[in-house]
């Protein structure tokens, strides 16, 4: 099976509005460099969906309205786009905080 692997990175602001305890501060809004990497599954070998095209319409796409959005709810957003323009193709999404902490949806 091929995939194309695909990169993007927007700033964002978020919160979490059920923090409790010692992470009760993160219901403030804070700031992250949100990176996203996309797995999308290829059907022949001279790529049927184009990396410069499809970066372009990821950097579009890609909410930068996070609010209180985690990783993974920004990786299912993400996942409803892709499958609305690209059709039933395996994916594989990868979100994080700065490159650090994040989410791995798998579909």
């Not at 990176?35 to 990396?51: K, L, M, P, S, T």
């Not at 095209?53 to 930068?64: E, G």
């Amino acid at each position: 099976m091929l995939f194309a692997k695909i990169t993007a990175q927007f700033e964002g602001i978020h919160y979490w509005k059920d923090a409790k305890g010692d992470e009760s501060f993160l219901k403030n809004p804070h700031r992250h460099i949100f990176h996203i990497i996309v797995y999308i599954e290829q059907f022949h070998n001279d790529r049927d969906i184009e990396y410069i095209a499809f970066k372009r319409w990821l950097n579009k796409n890609a909410s930068k309205k996070i609010d209180y959005k985690s990783c993974e709810m920004i990786a299912e957003d993400l996942a409803r786009k892709i499958k609305r323009k690209y059709g039933n193709r395996k994916l594989k999404i990868e979100v994080t905080e700065d490159n650090e902490n994040g989410c791995i949806l798998e579909l």
